[in-house]
Each structure stands twice: as structure tokens, then as C-alpha cells.
């Protein structure tokens, strides 16, 4: 492509992205983010109390249309109950014992219809948000396609035949890959003639002299050829043919007649969908009920599969359109079989018309599926989200096409793939990174909702700020067995995939604590607008492919800085400008860009002319760049255009003499290379932390979200921010309890605040710098602590008091430099909790596969043991209630409080003092604050903690999970109280 058709195609798909430029009549979801919690103390209220919007979701797994319309209402009332927004309607049944009949109520039949109906009725009525997978499973496949039809998945399969006696006459050569069940055609695309290199090994890649490439597609007659060899050496004749894929969605069948995948390259392909849609599935009342949900569509990963070469009819056309050259000429070099090289003519050359090719495949995917498809949605009141990767397409440049991309926990290697999604999201001007979250190999029925918090958290500090769970299966399927229809265990015979999450399982008793957190996280991930450090471009917009940033994702992030990474397509964007020496000042104010050779192709020193342009309009604007290596011979991607390197070399020169750019020799130099810039992060760790966090911006507060990402070091450190907030009062948000309170203790000096930040393992709070009166309560700023003898000063109902866990007069020094004593009465030494008794429900297969039934065992303890180290519950799965009672002397009460310690405990946890439940407590903490509910004489303290199933599961079915380990279920402990005194700082 010229560098002028280029920029043209991304300056279109940009519009569909620009919250500025949005074709369909829609308010940019960036400014409805922005808007959110800009009133004084509507956040709060909302914090409290998460709206339907911000809270969690589930795909939620059916088998076929074979549902009930009144189990159906009772599962959405179920999710709802407990806390959840919203769900993901998929035909998914890999794991169903007996076959489904597709034909009677398969997906897109009327029963599926009816029930999807039933669905959004109940949703409509409860709040609920539904999407609904694009088509049956994944890729998007249709009953109305075969693979003779121009809407199918094609794929382009070679055959050859080696010429050594100077001449051939005889068929032309047929596919070397068998085409896929159901394809029965196939045409002949092109027929070439290649002489082998000299010195050519015999076996794959065959490498090609390129200059003896010829067309012999004319001659051939009859599916005939006659060919002679022009020069001595040996020959190759190699045939293409096109033909359907054949592929059909993941775990069908799902209809009758079978569907096959679309073509995901052409307008065809996506119209198929729409037009199927429209003439079989969106009834009068699908419609209204559509729009009165607002949901989405939604289309899995790209996992498109073929054993030859993927394709589209047109492509050599669309090729020769788009990149300026003609591809006929290198077609051998492009051809796959089972996945790998058939042959080559150099490696430079190879791999520069790969990228040629994926770059044309990127823009076809744009043009004719994601926009069309959007567009369409967009009419009927719904978005769309997907996850654009899969292949190696510019997924960057997707996410910031499309509503909603998302990622996934399963097939992301690390946080950096997040980001990348995130870079896309954040430059189009979206609100949401959706994660398909908590996906586990072989973790069914053995899935906490530790391992839930602790892995979603992670993701929110890489952009993410919409969890999917995986997932819950509808209750029943034929031949399901106790605990009922399970979506994906057993799992060709082991385990399968987790989890199944719903009333069947104990620990679903605790499932509104947990959509709690995930809601109030992502209400504040959802606020304003996210901020982020540096801009890490590549030259490639792939994701998920686990590769990280140089020096910042193993030495900058632990040092406080955050990075996205941006694919060349996001600088033609609108967002794409520079002002106050920041990129995208109103998207993510990236103050630093840095790039390098191309990670994906040996660290080759490769730039889009277009791009090279951009950055030496962005440094001129004031930008501080880094550039990673020599760069003094760079190339353009794929095949160059004549002149084309050397305008880029011209370009990069100037580029690295503007004074905002720095460049290093290789990724050891990056450090010196930042500071040489002179930049530190916004968020400053005195030294390395494994401390995690995303920030965003608000009209009248920054929101940061801190998750310590160890699974056993505890964070207890500083934390520097850097504010464009003034005046500012610090506050600390509780993801569990919906609580807001002052950051008493903290400094602030002009754009700087400090205060200490303290995480046990995996857990997660959230700081707000915000002006006076965000909060509502008419609070002024000034008047906090700079340091304090105390263990802590805190705001409680409104008042600053000091706590100790010992008497004794302790000092602390005001942000006006006086100091003030404030003593603490005697404190009573911490007690340990014993003579217990625990009684535990014991979850058992029922009469049928759904009902359960639950037994009751008592124990006494002289102090908290798992109860699976118990006699006769090794094997028990269900809910365990501890309960403990101690008397309190008059030292405990009047100015006093305590923390109740649990110790260890597996997997959450309830706490009830005197009878009152408390609220739900960080369970990554393990301690609860029990102050105020605590009296003289008798105390009744009772801990619930819930199990997976995992442990029944083991001895009801051994043969599917009888390998895996024994769960450690209840309270270890020890337990304690542990006092503290209190008094009010005056």
C-alpha cells in the first residue's frame, strides 16, 4: 500500500472509534464515563450502592434451546440476587452427556427463540443486561451457509508437481490437504511455475528462485497443463485452489442443517449474519425487549482454522488495491499447510510480504465485519463486543474500533496483553475493557473466589474495567449428572474448563460480597477517564501474544509507572494530538513515547512512512519520545514502495534531532534513556513494590486503584502522587463495604501528595484525590496529619481519632507543623479464641441431578481446624459455621474496639458478633474490625466459610476427579481478638 491509501483507510476506520466522530447518533461512552460521579456526593451514593450497570456479569451456558422459561426467570433472578448486572447468552454444551437434537431446538430454532424472549422478559423486569453471542458458539457460523457459498469461510490449499526432465504435460496438480468434512468443491485459483534455488534442501520450505516465478494460470486447458522449463534445474508447477474452509463452530452440532463459519474478510460473510438475524431470529418482541436490556452482540476470538492457506475470494484484488503492488508475483511465499510455510524465497522477503498480508487482513476484518456489524447493532439499540485477536490482525486497532473489546484471563499470558486492548480502547475513545474472566484449566468445581478477586483485580490495573465470569450453566441437560448440567466438565474425560458458578455450589452463598467488589471496582475503573504514563508503539497491533514492554513491565511498573501499548493505526486518530507535552491529553495524557524494532520480527528497525511522519509531528508538538536502537538504515514494513526507504530514512534523521527525543543503543539503556527525558511517573514507589495500579480522571478527583499483586509479600509503603488536583483532600474507598473515609495521615505539598499505602497479599483499595465537597459532606481541604506515634489516625462518623494498641500518650504532627498529644487509656492484652463448636453442612447428590441433599455434623474444638481435618469430613463439601464466645471485662468497652484476626481461612468468610452480621470484610485481609459491636460479659463470635465442591466431587465421580487434590476447607486460624484504644484528636 502507498503511504497515501494508508492513511486514508485508517482515517475512515477511525471515525467508527472517535467518541468525536461517532456515524450512529450515539453519545461517546468516554463522555458518559466522564460524567459519572462529576456531582458532589453522587459517587459516594454510588459507591454505596453499585447501579446494575457497573456490576459484574456471566456468560451464562445454555444447551441449545432445550431451557425452561420459568428456570430461565429463575436464573436471572439468581444472578441478579446476588449482585451481577448482567449476562452472556451462549449455545455452549461441550460437556453434555447425551446428544441434542440441533433440529428441534438447536440455536436460532423458535423454542431457542422463546426462551431467549423469556430471557430479556425476565431481564427487562429485573435490570439485567443481556448479550447474545453472534451465532452458535464461536468463530460466527450460520445454518444458512455451506461452504460452496460465497458468505463461507475460504481457504486457499496448494497442490505441486516437481519437474526435473525440462518439461511437463498432465493434470494440474489437486490440493495437497484433504479438505475439511463437507467441502466437496473446490476451483482452481492460479497455477505458477517456481525453479528450486540452488542448493535447495528437498523438504519444506522449498526454497524458490524468486526471478523464475511465472504465471501459467492462461494455459491451462481442460485442467491440463503443458509446461517447459526454460532454464536448467529442477521445477516446481504449484497450483492453488480455493475452496470453503469447512469449519464449523466450537462443540456443535448446534444446527440442522450444520452451520459453517462465515467469511470474516467479506461483506458477504458479516451480511449473512445480519440478514439471518433479521429474517429468522429478531421477532417484534425481540426488538423491544432488545432495546429495553441495551446489551450487546457478542463474537469470541478469531480462532479461525483452516490446514491450507486462510482466505478470502478477493483478496488478491483487494491486495493489489490496498498495498500498491501485485501479489501473484510472491504467492508462493504466502502459502500454508497446517500452519506452517510451504515455501520461500529469503526470510527478509517472506516475512515482508507477511506483514503486507496481515495488514490487508486487518483492514478487510475492519471494513467488513467489525464496521457493518456495529453499524447494524448500532440500529437495533445494541453494541458490540468482541475479542479482536486470534490471528495476527491489528487487534490494537480494533479495540478502538468496537464498543467493547475484550480479553481473556485464560488466553492472556500476562497483564500486558491487557494493555494492548487497553491502548486500542483507551485511544478510540471507549468506555470498556471487558475480560472473559476467571476461566481455569482443569479448575472445575475447584475454583474460589479468592482465586476470582485476586485474578480480576490484577486485571484492573491493566485496563480492564468490565468482568465476564466464566461462567454459569443452565440447570439441566440430558444425561447431566449431580450437581446438574455443567457447560465444560467433564471435559473429554478429565476436568475441563471452571466454572460453573450458581446456587448449585456452597460457595455461592457468599456471591453478593464478592459482586460487591467487583462492582465498586469497576464503578471508580469506569469514572472519568483513564491516565496513563508512556505509550509503548509497535510496529504490529497483535494481542495475546504474552509479550511485555521493554524495562517498563519488569522494572518500571514495581516502580510505579503504567503503560499501554498503541499499534500504528491509533496515531490517525483524532485523540492522536499533542498538547502540554502530553499525547491524547483528553484520553490517557501518555507523557512518554517509546518505541523499538519490531519486537514480533527479530527487533528489525521497521516503521510505517505514515507513522515515522506522525511521531516527528508529535516531537515538534512538544512530546518526549524514545527511540530504542540505531535506527540510522530503517525500512518500511512489508514491500517498499520505490523511493520509500529513503523518504523514511530522511524522516527518522529528523525525527531523532528534535530536542524531545532521546535515543538509547538497546533496551539496557532505557532507564538512562527516561531519566535523560527527565520524566518520573505520575505514581511514585521509593523503591521496587509489587504494588499495581491504574488511575483515572474525574472533573473533580483521580481515582487510583491499588492492588498488591504478590500472592505473600504485604505492600506497607509510600506512595507520591502527583496531582493536578487543587486543593486536595486524600481519601480511601473500601471495595468491600462501599465505605469512604479521610486519608487523615498524608502530605501534601503543591502538585505532591504522599501517604502510606498497605495491602496484604492480593488485595486492593482505592485512593481518591478529590476537591472539598466531592464527597458531599462539606469537608475543607487543609488539616490533615503529617505523621503520628500512633498506629494509626482515622476518620470515623466524621470525627479524627488516633488508635494504639497499647496506653500511652502519643504525638502526631499537623500539616500546620504543630503537634498534639492525645492519650489513649489502658488497653487490654489480645485474647485467643478457643473452645469452639463447628457445625458443617455436608452438600450430597440429591434424588435428582439438580437437588442436593445436605446433612449436618457437629463438632466441639478446642480451637479452629479445617473441618476437612476432622474425622469423617475429609470428603465434605458445603457451608461451616465456627462459633466461639468470650467474656469481655469493662476494659473492652467505652473507647475501645478490636480487630477480629481469623488466621487462615479457605475461601471466604461471614463474621456475626451478638447476632449482627457484619459487612462483608476484605477477605485477602482476613481482619475484621468488630469495635462497636463488642460488650461486656458474654460475647458470641460466629465465622461461615463455604467450599467448592471439588472434595464431594473427588469420591462421587472418581473417575473424572478423583486425581485432583484435596481442598483444605473451613478455619485454620488462630483466631484473636486484638484490642486497640481510641480517642478523638483534637
Do not use: C
Not at 440476587?81 to 454444551?93: L, S, Y
Not at 521509593?686 to 478527583?701: K, N, Q, T
Not at 466524621?798 to 492519650?823: C, H, K, Q
Amino acid at each position: 500500500m502507498t503511504d497515501v491509501s494508508r492513511r486514508s483507510f485508517l482515517a475512515a476506520t477511525a471515525g467508527a472509534g472517535a467518541a468525536a466522530a461517532l456515524p450512529w447518533g450515539f453519545a461517546g461512552a468516554g463522555q458518559a464515563a466522564a460524567a459519572r460521579g462529576a456531582s458532589a456526593g453522587e459517587f459516594a451514593e454510588a459507591f454505596a450502592a453499585p447501579a446494575r450497570s457497573v456490576q459484574g456479569r456471566f456468560r451464562w451456558w445454555w444447551p441449545h434451546g432445550l431451557v425452561d422459561p420459568a428456570e430461565i426467570a429463575r436464573e436471572v433472578d439468581e444472578i441478579a440476587d446476588a449482585g451481577f448486572g448482567g449476562v452472556e447468552i451462549a449455545d455452549v454444551h461441550h460437556s453434555a452427556a447425551e446428544p441434542l437434537d440441533p433440529a428441534e431446538h438447536g440455536w436460532g430454532t423458535g423454542p431457542w427463540v422463546a426462551a431467549v424472549e423469556a430471557a430479556l422478559g425476565r431481564a427487562a423486569e429485573r435490570d439485567v443486561t443481556v448479550d447474545i453471542t453472534v451465532g452458535p458458539s464461536w468463530p460466527a457460523a450460520l445454518p444458512t451457509v455451506t461452504p460452496r457459498s460465497t458468505a463461507a469461510a475460504t481457504e486457499l490449499a496448494h497442490g505441486l508437481v516437481r519437474v526435473d526432465g525440462g518439461s511437463y504435460e498432465g493434470e494440474v496438480p489437486g490440493p495437497a490437504v484433504a479438505a475439511a468434512s463437507g467441502v466437496t468443491e473446490h476451483r482452481l485459483h492460479t497455477v505458477q511455475a517456481a525453479r528450486l534455488a540452488d542448493g535447495a534442501a528437498a523438504e519444506q520450505p522449498y526454497r524458490l528462485d524468486q526471478a523464475s516465478v511465472t504465471d501459467l494460470t492462461a494455459s491451462v486447458r481442460d485442467g491440463r497443463i503443458g509446461f517447459t522449463a526454460p532454464e536448467a534445474g529442477s521445477w516446481l508447477i504449484i497450483a492453488t485452489w480455493l475452496r470453503g474452509s469447512g469449519q464449523r463452530p466450537e462443540g456443535g452440532p448446534h444446527t440442522e442443517p450444520v452451520s459453517y463459519v462465515v467469511d470474516h474478510f467479506s461483506a458477504a460473510g458479516t451480511q449473512a449474519v445480519i440478514d439471518f438475524w433479521e429474517g429468522r431470529i429478531l421477532t417484534p418482541r425481540m426488538r423491544e425487549l432488545l432495546r429495553r436490556t441495551g446489551g450487546a452482540m457478542f463474537e469470541d476470538s478469531l480462532e479461525l482454522e483452516t490446514e491450507a492457506s486462510l482466505w478470502t475470494p478477493d483478496l488478491l484484488e483487494e491486495f493489489r488495491r490496498r498495498r500498491g503492488y501485485d501479489l501473484l508475483p510472491y504467492l508462493p511465499v504466502v502459502l500454508r499447510m497446517h500452519e506452517d510455510r510451504v515455501f520461500s524465497y529469503d526470510e527478509a522477503t517472506d516475512r515482508r510480504v507477511a506483514d503486507d498480508l496481515n495488514a490487508v487482513r486487518s483492514e478487510l476484518y475492519l471494513e467488513h465485519h467489525l464496521r457493518p456489524l456495529q453499524e447494524w447493532l448500532h440500529g437495533l439499540g445494541l453494541e458490540l463486543r468482541i475479542q479482536p485477536y486470534g490471528l495476527e490482525t491489528d487487534a490494537v486497532t480494533s479495540a478502538a474500533v468496537v464498543d467493547t473489546p475484550e480479553g481473556e484471563s485464560l488466553g492472556f499470558n500476562n497483564l500486558d496483553d491487557f494493555r494492548s486492548l487497553a491502548g486500542g480502547r483507551d485511544m478510540g475513545g471507549n468506555e470498556k475493557l471487558s475480560s472473559e474472566a476467571a476461566a481455569v484449566y482443569g479448575g472445575s468445581y475447584s475454583t474460589t473466589w479468592d482465586h476470582v478477586v485476586r485474578t480480576v483485580s490484577r486485571e484492573y490495573t491493566a485496563g480492564v474495567n468490565q468482568a465476564v465470569l466464566h461462567g454459569f450453566s443452565y440447570a439441566e441437560a440430558p444425561g447431566a449428572r449431580w450437581p446438574g448440567f455443567a457447560a465444560f466438565t467433564p471435559y473429554d474425560g478429565g476436568v475441563g474448563y471452571s466454572e460453573s458458578w450458581g446456587p448449585r455450589h456452597p460457595i455461592w452463598r457468599h456471591a453478593p460480597d464478592v459482586a460487591g467488589f467487583l462492582a465498586r471496582s469497576q464503578l471508580v475503573l469506569q469514572t472519568g477517564r483513564s491516565r496513563v504514563d508512556v505509550a509503548f508503539l509497535r510496529q504490529k497491533g497483535y494481542a495475546g501474544t504474552g509479550f511485555g514492554a521493554a524495562w517498563f513491565t519488569p522494572e518500571g511498573v514495581p516502580r510505579g509507572w503504567t503503560h499501554q501499548f498503541l499499534s500504528p493505526g491509533l496515531l490517525e486518530l483524532a485523540a492522536a494530538r499533542v498538547e502540554g507535552g502530553r499525547l491524547a491529553p483528553d484520553g490517557p495524557g501518555y507523557k512518554l513515547l517509546v518505541f523499538e524494532g519490531d519486537a514480533f520480527n527479530g527487533k528489525v528497525e521497521t516503521m510505517p512512512l505514515a507513522t515515522a511522519r506522525r511521531l516527528l509531528e508529535f516531537a515538534r508538538g512538544g512530546l518526549p519520545i524514545l527511540a530504542v536502537g540505531a535506527w540510522d538504515a530503517p525500512t518500511v514494513p512489508g514491500v517498499a514502495a520505490p523511493g520509500e526507504n529513503e523518504e523514511l530514512a530522511e524522516v527518522m534523521a529528523r525525527l531523532l534531532a528534535q530536542p524531545s527525543v532521546h535515543r538509547v543503543d538497546s533496551r539496557a539503556g532505557i532507564a538512562d534513556g527516561v531519566a535523560a527525558l527527565g520524566l518520573r511517573p505520575d505514581v511514585r514507589y521509593a523503591a521496587s513494590s509489587p504494588l499495581l495500579h491504574a488511575r483515572r480522571r474525574g472533573e473533580d478527583a483521580e481515582y487510583y486503584y491499588f492492588v498488591n499483586g504478590s500472592d505473600e509479600e504485604t505492600v506497607d509503603h509510600d506512595v507520591t502522587f502527583a496531582t493536578t488536583v487543587q486543593p486536595v483532600i486524600p481519601y480511601r474507598l473500601d471495595l468491600w463495604t462501599g465505605g469512604i473515609e479521610r486519608a487523615v495521615v498524608h502530605e501534601s505539598d503543591g502538585g505532591l501528595v504522599r501517604l502510606r499505602v498497605r495491602l496484604d497479599p492480593g488485595a486492593a483499595t482505592v485512593i481518591v484525590l478529590a476537591r472539598p465537597n466531592w464527597r458531599g459532606d462539606g469537608v475543607a481541604a487543609g488539616g490533615g496529619v503529617l505523621s503520628t506515634e500512633a498506629d494509626a489516625v482515622v476518620e470515623r462518623d466524621g470525627r479524627v481519632v488516633v488508635r494504639a494498641a497499647a496506653s500511652g500518650t502519643y504525638r502526631s504532627t499537623l500539616s500546620n507543623g504543630r503537634t498534639v498529644a492525645t492519650r489513649i487509656a489502658a488497653v487490654p492484652e489480645e485474647l485467643p479464641l478457643t473452645d469452639w463448636t463447628v457445625t458443617v453442612e455436608d452438600w450430597r447428590p440429591g434424588a435428582s441431578p439438580t437437588e442436593t441433599e445436605v446433612r449436618r455434623h457437629d463438632r466441639k474444638l478446642d480451637a479452629p481446624v479445617p473441618w476437612t481435618e476432622l474425622p469423617g469430613l475429609a470428603d465434605v463439601s458445603g457451608v461451616g459455621r465456627y462459633s466461639a464466645t468470650v467474656h469481655l471485662g469493662p476494659a473492652w468497652t467505652g473507647g475501645h474496639g478490636a480487630y477480629l484476626h481469623l488466621g487462615e481461612v479457605a475461601d471466604t468468610f461471614r463474621v456475626v458478633v451478638n447476632g449482627t452480621a457484619l459487612p462483608p470484610a476484605d477477605q485477602q485481609a482476613g481482619v475484621v474490625d468488630v469495635g462497636g459491636f463488642l460488650r461486656q460479659g458474654p460475647n458470641t463470635i460466629e465465622i461461615e466459610t463455604v467450599s467448592t465442591l471439588i472434595n464431594r466431587m473427588r469420591v462421587f465421580r472418581p473417575e473424572v476427579y478423583g486425581a485432583v487434590g484435596r481442598a483444605r476447607y473451613g478455619l485454620a486460624g488462630p483466631v484473636r481478638l486484638v484490642p486497640y484504644g481510641q480517642a478523638r484528636l483534637k
